[in-house]
């Protein structure tokens, strides 16, 4: 029998949840609503945070021609897809092959070339000048494991950029309680606050490889108009950037 | 004029943009095309500024110094005095639109817009990814948004199956230009007669553009008059304050129609101006609102490819949406009440109009709020309004 290479860094029961979603992560009003509304403070943050350091211009058109950027648990492309169009050379990887199979649909219908694998970070080939990884550190078993596969190929001087959810009471409050529960605005059992993940304990798993951290920002939502924006609180939403 | 106004500005900011015209640019800049004169508001000139097209405008731009309001025979006028604005700017221009055509295709050609006239468009189809514009020759365009700026009977709009509610004033336009002895002093007036509001706007020089209200079979009879009687039905309304008056080059008569669609977005599709509503002319403010819609969308568009995301996607044409829907309501609200209140003259109302428009003078504040309607810096402006780079 052949080995299983995702059995640390990959949760099947996750995987189903997301699988079964599939065919809706594009549409904005749908069950992937909350994760739409994120997008733009999720590319804003990746796109300065790289920009500062490759020392390019965040105002031009394609800020990140000429970069290799690995999008690991990309799922059906709502970053890589973006992140194409800002200029990058773009790898997504994720567990969930529905998920890849409806994210190389709507490239293919986008116009956009993508290379997309089945897989975790090893399924991968290459090396890359940015590793990201969104939404997904909360959903993993084991997170020193997981990140260690991540950064594998990044390059010495690569950029390192996360974004999840902190193991706080307020992150419980909001993201389960209120979005889960009263707003029903993610499907119930989206998340499991015990597998947040605090931004010194991802800082520490990093630390282990030789990469420190950057930057840590809050992404904000905003009631009145059903957005995030970033901001210096990182209780709930938060991305982190390191490099080497 | 909206969908122009929104390819340059695209344009300028990188965006790869085709603009359609049904018709062919010799006929659209005649000057039988379209008699009539548009106040742009101080923020639409900034708009105009910034894509490029104001240098050429500003020697046939009246600035309008004062707006006189007056209803019927009432002494109780109503005054907006650019004096009482902050920075002694203008409440606008009056510009005739032939003018303002000519100067944004100028500015087209120069910063290399394609445009396709005159082109006749046969059909469109949409999907999820885009829309597909098909021609009378057979041939096709694809693109990720298609924007209606296609009037008020606009084909984009029936294609994507939004319906528009609206109805027709009982009442017609008469548009013309005319010739007066004395000076304008660049004072706008706005009377409300009985038939409707009879408003004077100053052109540069010793001319004024009129819009003429009148009922629909009363305005036929009006147009129709030979020189001399036409010439005397004028001078009626007008009166002599401006000494002799004549008038000046052809005269035009629209209809006049409000409506509303009942959403400015479908799938890969968005509408902007007079595609998505019209309004009561009293007020000037069509073309105003239909510049906002330009500024809005390309402000939606351009923040949307800068950070990579599809800007003809379902959200961000929400975000378009839900930005310019209420500024069309408030002010359809506003001018469809004012054309009711006034035009009419049974006496109880007529008294209430006449302490109401003193009162309005009495109290700056509330003057303040439709000063700031007029001039267009109401609500959340979009980044062009203000005079910042996309």
């Known amino acids: ?244 | 004029m909206v969908g122009q106004t929104l390819a340059l500005a695209l344009a300028g900011a990188g965006v790869e943009v085709t603009v359609l015209e049904r018709a062919a640019p010799e006929a659209a800049l005649a000057p039988t095309f379209d008699g009539r004169a548009s106040a742009i508001a101080y923020a639409s000139a900034r708009l105009l500024a910034g894509i490029g097209a104001w240098e050429a405008l500003a020697p046939h731009a009246q600035p309008i110094l004062d707006i006189r309001v007056s209803d019927g025979e009432s002494l109780l006028f109503l005054h907006y005095d650019h004096r009482e604005l902050a920075a002694g700017q203008p409440f606008g221009h009056l510009i005739e639109n032939r003018h303002i055509r000519f100067s944004l295709f100028a500015a087209m050609a120069r910063a290399g817009v394609r445009v396709r006239a005159p082109v006749e468009v046969r059909g469109i189809t949409t999907d999820e990814f885009g829309a597909t514009v098909t021609f009378a020759d057979g041939t096709t365009v694809r693109t990720r948004l298609l924007v209606g700026a296609d009037g008020a009977r606009s084909f984009v709009r029936a294609q994507a199956g939004i319906r528009s509610r609206g109805w027709e004033y009982p009442q017609a336009g008469i548009v013309l230009t005319v010739a007066h002895e004395l000076d304008h002093e660049g004072i706008a007036h706005e009377r409300f007669l009985p038939s409707g509001p009879f408003a004077i706007l100053p052109l540069p020089g010793r001319r004024s553009s009129l819009v003429w209200t009148e009922r629909r079979d009363m305005a036929a009879q009006i147009t129709a008059l030979d020189d001399e009687r036409f010439a005397e039905e004028l001078r009626d309304r007008f009166g002599d304050f401006l000494g002799d008056v004549q008038p000046s080059g052809p005269r035009w008569s629209y209809p006049l129609a409000f409506h509303r669609a009942e959403t400015y977005v479908a799938q890969r599709t968005a509408l902007a101006g007079d595609a998505a509503h019209t309004l009561h002319p009293l007020a000037g403010q069509g073309l105003n609102l239909g510049l906002r819609d330009a500024a809005a969308l390309a402000e939606v568009i351009v923040d949307a490819r800068r950070l990579g995301l599809d800007f003809g996607a379902a959200d961000q044409l929400a975000r378009y949406e839900k930005w310019r829907r209420l500024d069309a309501v408030a002010l359809i609200a506003v001018t469809d009440g004012l054309n009711r209140l006034f035009s009419n003259d049974v006496a109880p109302i007529r008294l209430g109009r006449d302490v109401g428009l003193g009162l309005v003078n009495l109290l700056p504040p509330l003057k303040r709020v439709f000063v700031g309607h007029a001039r267009g810096t109401s609500g959340k402006l979009p980044r062009l309004l203000l005079g910042e780079a996309l």
């Open chain 1, 1 to 244: 029998m052949k080995a299983e290479p995702l059995a640390t860094t990959v949760d099947s029961a996750e995987i189903a949840k997301f699988s079964g979603l599939a065919g809706t992560w594009w549409d904005p009003t749908g069950p992937m609503a909350p994760l739409h509304a994120l997008n733009t403070a999720r590319i804003r943050y990746l796109r300065d945070q790289a920009c500062a350091h490759f020392g390019r211009d965040a105002r031009a058109t394609q800020p990140l021609v000429g970069l290799r950027v690995l999008d690991v648990g990309c799922g059906a492309g709502l970053l890589a897809e973006p992140l194409t169009r800002l200029g990058a050379s773009v790898t997504g990887v994720d567990a969930s092959a529905e998920a890849i199979a409806a994210a190389q649909r709507h490239a293919e219908g986008g116009g956009l070339v993508i290379d997309y694998q089945v897989g975790g970070a090893a399924a991968a080939e290459g090396i890359f000048d940015v590793v990201v990884t969104m939404e997904v550190v909360e959903h993993v078993p084991n997170l020193d494991a997981f990140v260690a596969e991540a950064v594998a190929p990044l390059k010495a001087d690569g950029l390192f950029v996360a974004a999840t959810l902190n193991r706080t009471p307020k992150a419980f409050a909001l993201a389960i309680v209120g979005a889960e529960y009263l707003l029903r605005w993610l499907p119930r059992g989206t998340h499991d606050w015990q597998k947040f993940v605090r931004p010194s304990e991802l800082a520490r798993a990093l630390r282990t490889l030789d990469l420190h951290v950057r930057d840590v920002s809050g992404a904000t939502f905003d009631a009145a108009t059903a957005t995030f924006a970033l901001s210096r609180d990182v209780d709930v939403n938060y991305l982190l950037s390191a490099s080497r």
